[in-house]
């Protein structure tokens, strides 16, 4: 079992309509991953074919999957495997991924910050080009605080730090 913010994350546990006694039931969907009733643990439940290696570690969201492949995020419906949408860079490479109040926070090495509504893919605020939110790892999120090591140190500020404010990154 794992704290967090959120509530407690049980390890996923196969269907067992028998048990009785189930330990990991929260009564809350949101706080544990279950596996579809007669799949077997360590079984495949569904693959995805990508142009390369993933990029960083996926991010789960409910019943959504981010991944992230080269220029490319990608999310998927994690029962069934289906593509909702994906977003690709201008020119960079994404590797981890963070999630805000329903938005990801994906930075781009040699591109910019990109800020991605998390249920449709759109776009927000992609005018606005955060140079110093170029980078390889994962942002980390903090009440309202997003901070972010920087690729380059650019204007030597080797951490950019962005304040979600009145809805606006």
Same mark, same amino acid.
């Given at each position: ?56 570690? &996926? ?47 994906? &930075? ?7 800020? %991605? ?6 776009? %927000? ?13 994962? &942002? ?21 730090? %962005? ?7």
């Amino acid at each position: 079992r794992f704290f967090t913010d959120s509530g407690v994350y049980n390890e996923p546990q196969e269907n067992n309509t028998n048990n009785t006694n189930n330990t990991n039931d929260t009564n809350s969907s949101t706080n544990f991953i279950s596996i579809p009733d007669g799949t077997a643990r360590g079984s495949q439940l569904w693959n995805a074919s990508l142009d390369g290696a993933l990029g960083g570690t &996926p991010l789960i969201n409910g019943d959504y999957i981010y991944v992230t492949n080269g220029h490319n995020v990608y999310c998927y419906n994690i029962n069934t495997g289906a593509l909702l949408w994906n977003v690709s860079s201008q020119w960079g490479y994404f590797h981890e991924l963070a999630l805000h109040n329903n938005v990801i926070i994906a &930075p781009c090495s040699w591109d910019k910050l990109y800020f %991605i509504d998390a249920n449709t893919g759109a776009l %927000i605020q992609n005018e606005s080009n955060i140079y110093p939110g170029s980078s390889i790892y994962a &942002p980390l999120v903090v009440g309202d605080m997003i901070y972010i090591s920087s690729e380059y140190g650019y204007n030597n500020a080797w951490i950019a730090v %962005i304040e979600y404010v009145n809805g606006e990154y």
